[in-house]
């Protein structure tokens, strides 16, 4: 995939998170099964760094578990920010920051240099381009303290046939179908007017391939979540 199409992908997720914040966070004030499920792996004293925290409903649930290590929380939507301070407002131990994972510097300004659990809950598939998302695992892996687990979920949404009829042609954002790869996709969005984002589609086969080429190992999968409890692929990654 070449820059000016990460560019255009980039922006186009930028512009949806803008325009729909209040709607699109609207739909995230419960946590889904499988990050429950997540949440019992997080020990009391765990540093944790959340990439892509959102409305802060994940840390929100963390702190109501008497959690007591340091949570930082980064995202690139100055709203859900904004919600997620809110919600944790005077407890100390949580965090906030705006941070854009598709530059090179997202991780330089952090207050720690490692951390025991790192989340990515539904956010790689929103990362344009094998060779950007192997960027960004890679500066993951050298966050994460030799015995820490990187923790991230992948929408399964070819596993619905609703969410199947919500793909659009890539002319609808001015792209060919040769202009992006295996596995990407275009879903709209129809809460509070029509909108585009960009997805792509993780195989587990490719989890791993993915794992491999970044210094990791996939220590546990499964999947959670939706129709029949399998629109979600949950993995537990250690650094190999």
């Not at 890539?170 to 790869?181: C, F, H, I, R, S």
């Not at 993915?210 to 990654?237: C, N, P």
Request: charged share 25%; net charge negative; hydrophobic share 40%.
């Amino acid at each position: 995939m070449d820059d000016a199409t990460i560019r255009r992908l980039l922006d186009l997720n930028r512009q949806f998170y803008q325009t729909f914040a209040r709607q699109f966070s609207a739909t995230r004030q419960r946590l889904q099964p499988g990050v429950l499920r997540i949440l019992q792996t997080i020990q009391a004293d765990d540093q944790v760094l959340d990439l892509g925290c959102g409305n802060g409903e994940f840390a929100r649930e963390l702190a109501r578990r008497n959690y007591q290590g340091e949570y930082t929380g980064l995202d690139q939507a100055a709203e859900f920010l904004a919600e997620a301070q809110r919600k944790l407002a005077g407890i100390p131990n949580f965090s906030f920051r705006w941070a854009d994972l598709a530059t090179p510097t997202w991780d330089q300004n952090l207050d720690k240099r490692f951390f025991d659990v790192i989340l990515s809950l539904a956010v790689l598939h929103h990362i344009p381009g094998h060779a950007l998302r192997a960027q960004i695992l890679s500066a993951v892996r050298g966050l994460l303290s030799p015995t820490g687990y990187f923790i991230h979920s992948e929408w399964q949404f070819l596993q619905s046939e609703r969410l199947v009829r919500r793909l659009q042609p890539w002319e609808q954002a001015g792209l060919q179908n040769d202009q992006v790869e295996p596995g990407d996709y275009l879903i709209d969005w129809r809460a509070g007017g029509p909108g585009l984002r960009y997805v792509h589609f993780f195989t587990e086969d490719e989890l791993t391939s993915l794992a491999a080429e970044t210094g990791f190992e996939v220590w546990k999968t499964f999947r959670s979540d939706g129709e029949g409890g399998r629109l979600g692929v949950y993995q537990i990654w250690k650094r190999v």
